[in-house]
């Protein structure tokens, strides 16, 4: 499986996902600053893979600057401010920055590190949460509804929702996907469909907003979804219209399932309302693919993410087992 972010002759290789699904193609980041740009604009983007980034943006601070540890010290805070809500970041810049003193070599074999144990936890984490799902949803090939990607795209090359996904259609558990469109930026028309698409997996496209219809007719048995930062008590962020899901899946009463590495879980955050939400451009709703979809001057609300609070989550499933543990 290739990998979404990795290091080659000295340049951050990222397959860009701005250009998805019209083409699939991978940008040489040989720059802290480009790879902030690459950040910002989402060509690189999920929680795990921003994690990675940070810290191979590291590594490549500290090859531009041998024995310069202020230099690369100011390029790691200024990527771990990149997009404030992922909280693998600033995890990945702050592991990589633990081997600075050793020098260059040493930064960039603990990214590789970090980049190797991601793939092994996430395939981990995934397999723990469709174990669960198997057990808690009838004794069929299931119906999953996911939001956004947490695929391969999302992480270093394998998922973490959609890594559930990989695992039940390999048991021949799986009988479609239903992946929400994610507005604004369409992440999951653009993104998981071209995955579930890659893998055969069979999938329909659904609006944001007929999720909640889905589940009233019966066309859903469960709801996975990613997260990119968990607090101490199990609340959530994730992208924009996961409370909504959960909300909706707990009127139904359908299984609610959360699935990421234990990197994601911010233990010095005691709660969800302590997480900043990323507002971005309005630009991003008024219009679509640059095309105005709303009158000239339109504002508009943009938040990146909301948080689900844990009493609407069935279980949030890391490489660990549940979090958090009961």
Not at 145 to 167: D, I, Q, S
Not at 184 to 198: I, N, V
Not at 248 to 266: I, N, Q, W
Request: proline share 7%; with cysteine; charged share 25%.
């Amino acid at each position: 499986m290739r990998r979404t972010i990795d290091w080659d002759g000295g340049a951050v290789v990222i397959i860009d996902q701005c250009a998805l699904p019209e083409s699939c193609r991978t940008l040489r980041l040989t720059t802290v600053d480009e790879l902030i740009g690459a950040i910002r604009r989402l060509a690189v983007r999920g929680a795990p893979a921003l994690g990675a980034a940070g810290a191979l943006g590291t590594a490549l601070s500290a090859f531009r600057h041998p024995g310069d540890g202020e230099a690369v010290r100011a390029d790691a805070r200024r990527l771990a401010d990149a997009r404030p809500t992922a909280v693998n970041l600033s995890w990945g810049v702050g592991r990589a920055l633990t081997r600075l003193a050793e020098g260059p070599e040493a930064v960039l074999a603990e990214a590789k590190a970090l980049m190797d144990e991601d793939e092994r936890v996430n395939r981990e984490a995934s397999r723990r949460a469709a174990e669960l799902l198997l057990d808690r949803c009838p004794p069929r090939p299931l119906r999953l509804l996911t939001h956004c990607n947490a695929g391969r795209l999302a992480t270093v090359g394998w998922g973490t929702a959609l890594g559930v996904v990989w695992h039940l259609h390999e048991a021949d558990r799986l009988e479609y996907v239903f992946a929400d469109e994610t507005r604004p930026l369409l992440q999951g028309a653009r993104l998981t469909a071209w995955e579930l698409a890659e893998a055969g997996v069979p999938y329909r496209l659904l609006p944001d907003s007929a999720a909640a219809s889905a589940m009233a007719r019966g066309l859903v048995d469960c709801v996975v979804v990613g997260a990119d930062r968990i607090a101490a008590n199990g609340d959530v962020a994730n992208k924009i219209g996961t409370y909504g899901l959960a909300l909706a899946a707990a009127r139904h009463g359908l299984p609610f399932v959360v699935v990421a590495p234990m990197s994601t879980v911010d233990k010095e955050l005691p709660d969800g309302g302590g997480i900043v939400i990323e507002e971005r451009d309005p630009g991003e709703v008024t219009h679509v693919a640059g095309q105005p979809v709303a009158p000239p001057g339109a504002t508009a609300y943009n938040p990146a993410f909301d948080v689900t609070p844990a009493e609407l989550i069935t279980a949030v499933v890391t490489e660990h087992g549940i979090f958090p543990p009961a």
